[in-house]
Structure formats: C-alpha cells, structure tokens
C-alpha cells in the first residue's frame, strides 16, 4: 500500500485560555509544563495551584535555568506537571533546548492534552521560553513513519492550550515552522523502498494538489534534450528511469516570477556508486534526500504563512547505484550550462545533480536561490552536527547569515568563498574538476563548484547540512534526524535577505 502524506497530524491544534489556571483546571488535563523564573518570588508559590508541593521540590536543590522539577497531582494523581525554569536573558538555541527537555518530560506518558502556562517570566523572555516550548511540544508529539506489524497503542496528542498574561509569539510563525520540520523529518526517514524515485515524486505531486502548488516534473528524456548531463551522469546506474528534477511553485496573488528559489538534494539512497561505500557509510544512506526534504519542509511553512514571496522549489531526485552503466572515473559530462566536468570521484554525486538543478532554477530568473544537501563530511568534521555549513555569494552579508542562525536557534558558520580555491579544481581536460582527489576543504570546494552554476546577478545561499543528522536530535528536536533549515529559511527570509544587489 503506498505511503500517504500525514499533513493533518504534522501538528497538533492549539488555543488560548484567558484568565489563570486552577488546580480544578489543571487537572482537565494529562500533563502540564508551568514556565517560571530561575528565583521565584515568594509570594508566587501562594498564588500558584499546587504552590506548597511545587515550593518543597523547588528547595530541595538549587535551580539553574533549563532544570525542571515535577510532580504527579489533582485527582487520583492524573495530571503530570513538569515546571521548568527560565533564564532572563538566553539565546534561542539554548531556549530550544531547555524546551525539548520540558516537552519530552510531559510527553512521556502519550497525554491526550496539555496546557502550557508561564508566570513571572519577564515578558520578553517569557515570550520566547514559550514559543520554544511550543515548538519542541509539536517536535515530540509528532511521530515518524512506523512500519511495524504490531504497532505499541499510544494516544495522540489532540490539543495544546496556553494560559499566559505575557505577549504571545508569533503563533503563526512557531506553528508553520513546526509543521515545516515535521514533514522535512518524515520525509527523511522513509526507507528506501517507500521513498524511491518514483514514490517521492508521487508524494510530490499529492503535496502540490492538496496545497494548491504547480507541479512540474522533469524526466530524464527531457532532462537529456535540456542537456543536463551531470544529472543525467548520477541517474545512470539506476535500475529504474524514475529519476528526475521536480519543480513546485507557490504563488501568492498577482505574483509570476519566482522571488526565491529553494533547491534541494534528493539522492534517495547513495551507494556511493562505482567508488563503493562500506557498510556503515551506507546504512543510513536514504537520509541523502534531506537537503530536498527541508527545501519541501520550507516551502510548506511559507505556503502555511501566506508569504508575500512567489517560491520556485527544485528537488534533485534520483539514487547513485552502482551497476554496469553506472558512471566512473574520469567520465567526462557535459553540465546544463555547457560546462564540461571531469569526474574524480562518484560519491561526490550531490554537486552533480546540483549543478543542473541550480542551473534550470537560475533560468527562471529568481531574487535568490537556497540550496539545501547533506553534501560534505568535511562540513561535519569542521563544525561537528552542532552547526551546519553556509556558503554564499553574497559575502558582505555573512552577518545577517549567521545572525538568521542565531534567531532561529538552527545555527550556521560562513565559510570562505574566495576565487582562488578554484585552482584546486582545475582540470587538464575539462572546464572543471567535480572535486579535488584528497579530501582537504571539501565542503570549501563543493560550494565553489556548485557556485559556477549560479550567475553572479542572482544571491546565492549554499547550506551543507551538516547538522542535518545527529545522534540524540539537536536543540528541542529529540530524533537524530532534525530537519535542519526549515525554521532557519523562514527566519532568513523574514529578514529580507537577500538585500538588493549592490551592483559595482
């Protein structure tokens, strides 16, 4: 049976009570987080329900902001409340994860409603902690794929109510952002079998229909007339002809041409091709589609908020499998834009099938372009899965870069760009290398490549997503797969990049 997108469950609803929660209230509920400040006033534990048993948890140990204390209370002990304490002044990251602790923690018993309230926070900070919490709250109570015969019975969670007196965040926003990340990450974890070239694309087109989007596929016959030789070269050694390039396109009213483009990868399971990957480097190679999974994960949060900007989203979909027309070696292809591109090494596919997909998206004449790929594991060695790798054109704005990093708690690091690590990739038989033969800046040269097929005209923002995958999830997402980039694209974007190009 095929698999169904599960767009009425990314999130789950939301509301908000007026006036204070009760003890009578409370224990409507299965679970509860209570946001309070790191020292509370003494006259706050009086005037909260269950004030005296929180008051004696609280003392037995000194708190620091991101701990939590909690308690089984109302009748019959039904209603698990989780208090955590909240620092006056913290940066979004360290919020998002004192948050995912918080949601996890209430979440444990599968409640089928939870109320999240906040008293004394202070109302910026306050703001944040519970914007944070909500968005780790529909992080863990989102649920990937299962496949499993006899799956464990577990009660959904139906509804999260908030109770504050502070301003409320951008609710719109935290709720786009989470659905964003939710569906980037269930993308990426289908097995392979359900998540081929042909299903994606399935899926793909129910997406656009059930949104409202155009859908466009290109197929490899068209691609071949198109001249986009370096994807073509990829798809080769699949035993099927499903790959392809597919286009979704947003478009709010009175908008035709795209503003930004949002390119991803989707190598739907990388062997490695001819240059063969051994068996741990393989096992989890059908998360190599990441980078098309958050580009589809932002273009869902940005369809969900209404954008002003028309959205042009380029997915990369094929596998890199080894089999006798796989290609190899010192292969010599011709790219979409007529550069000719000497292959070194075949599991530096991503850059391959970038290379056409960046060039039809430029074509389309876009504000900017951002692509998204789990391109490099020198990206990862340099920065570890804490951080994910940003290249640009656009140097001069590295610090509005890396400032959408910090804001949205998906943080980024900008690496150099400059013109002369071009040399590392010249070719005595091509226009370019594909990649350099010893691994030294990798990440570095990809970006430099792949920068070939943007024009100069065009903002160009380049993500290796290193912290696309990391054991034990990253900030408030507690699944190794973390759907890095969707919370950090709409925060980008809300900042306006790019500016206009300053032309010399």
Known sequence: MPIRLPLGSLIAPLRRLGGRPTAAKLSRYGASILLLPVEPRAALWAALPHGALLRNLYLRKGRKPGDSISARVGA??????????????????????AAGKLARAALETDPESVLLWERDCGAEAGREALGATLAALQAAAFRLASFKSRPAARTRLARIDVATSSALPDLDRVMATAAGNNLARWLTALPPNHL???????????????????????GEAQLRRLGAGAFLAVARGNATRDAGIVRLCYR???????AVSLVGKGICFDTGGTNLKPHKGMLDMHTDMEGSAVAVGSLYALQALRSPLAVDCWLAITENRIGPLAYKPQDVVRARNGSTIQ???????????????????AEK??????????????????????????????????????AAGRSSGERVWCFP???????????????????????????????RFLNRFVPKDIAWLHLDLAAGMRSGGLAHIGTDITGFGVRYTVELLRRGWPPPHKRA
């Not at 019959?76 to 994860?97: D, H, K, P, Y």
Request: hydrophobic residues 45%; glycine residues 6%; negative net charge.
């Open 196 to 218: 081929d070239a042909r299903g994606y694309r399935r899926l793909l087109r129910d997406l656009a229909r059930r949104l409202k989007l155009t859908f466009q596929f290109y």
């Open 365 to 402: 004449k876009p504000r900017a372009i951002i692509d998204y790929a789990t391109l490099t594991g020198a990206c990862v060695y340099a920065l570890t899965e804490r951080y994910s790798g940003a290249f640009t054109n656009r140097l001069e704005e590295r610090d509005l870069i890396e």
């Open 76 to 97: 019959n002990a039904q209603t698990l409340l989780v208090v955590g304490f909240v620092a006056r002044q913290a940066g979004t990251f360290e919020r998002l994860q």
């Open 343 to 361: 292959v070194i090494h075949t599991d530096a596919e991503g850059r391959m099938v970038l290379a056409d997909t960046l060039s039809l998206a």
């Open 252 to 258: 709010p009213r009175g908008a035709a041409a795209p």
């Open 417 to 447: 760009m400059d013109a002369d690590y071009d040399t590392d990739l010249d070719s005595s038989i091509a226009d370019v290398m594909q990649c350099a033969v010893d691994g030294k800046g990798d990440h570095i040269l990809a970006a």
